[in-house]
């Protein structure tokens, strides 16, 4: 069974801190999909970033970054200089290809509070 | 481009009422469309999925139902709501490479 794990429920930090989320996942697939979102106050959520399970290059955009290591089954998101602005719901998701599309499993979420 | 709305944006509904929830796609074809649920301060759990008009699929049995009369209109129903109904239903579509493009969100409270 798949499962994806974010084991930070809640995260608060001070503007300009560095701060890295945690995500953990199960599959049996060889082939499978990771992502982060973002669910600011407003409720809908943002996708930040796709990883597909051949790619363990990491990824920088900006003040955000991604480790993905499938040794330890981790897809791990850092913000540098975290800003009030990043204070959201992050999640972590994971995804196969079902039967006529994909479905994705949702990590619970981290709740992540930057202070100013 | 690509858009995506739901509506209505909140809804407060008596136990034993009615549900109808609806979401259209713009700027795309035969999308895979989805409907999750969240409720409060938990994550998401998906509620029904669509690969085209008239075909769903349901992953969690519950009071709720979905319907997909065109190609870009996906409708989330309920026939007698109940309280375990109440959350923020988020309808999604799918781009092949499996992201997902969140609507703005319903939150449904039942009382």
């Known amino acids: 069974a798949q499962k994806v794990t974010q084991a930070q429920t809640e995260i608060s930090v001070v503007e300009k801190e560095d701060v890295t989320l945690d995500c953990v996942y199960e599959t049996r697939d060889t082939t499978y999909y990771l992502f982060w979102y973002k669910q600011p106050p407003s409720g809908e959520l943002v996708f930040l970033i796709r990883r597909n399970s051949f790619d363990e290059q990491n990824e920088i955009s900006g003040r955000y970054s991604w480790n993905f290591q499938k040794s330890t089954s981790s897809f791990n998101f850092t913000i540098t200089a975290s800003q009030v602005v990043d204070s959201a719901v992050y999640f972590c998701a994971l995804s196969e290809a079902g039967t006529g599309g994909f479905k994705t499993i949702f990590g619970a979420g981290t709740r992540l509070f930057v202070k100013a | 481009s690509q858009t995506i709305h739901q509506w209505p944006a909140t809804l407060v509904q008596p136990v034993g009422s009615p549900l109808s929830l609806e979401c259209t796609v713009e700027g795309t074809s035969n999308p895979n469309l989805y409907w999750y649920r969240q409720a409060a301060g938990r994550g998401l759990q998906l509620l029904f999925y669509s690969v085209g008009i008239g075909q769903i699929s349901s992953e969690v049995p519950q009071n709720l139902s979905a319907s997909r009369p065109q190609d870009r209109q996906f409708i989330l129903s309920s026939k007698k709501l109940l309280l375990s109904d109440s959350g923020f239903y988020l309808c999604?579509?799918?781009?092949?490479?499996?992201?997902?493009?969140f609507g703005e969100g319903s939150r449904l409270t039942v009382l």
């Open positions: 999604a579509w799918e781009i092949f490479t499996g992201e997902l493009f």
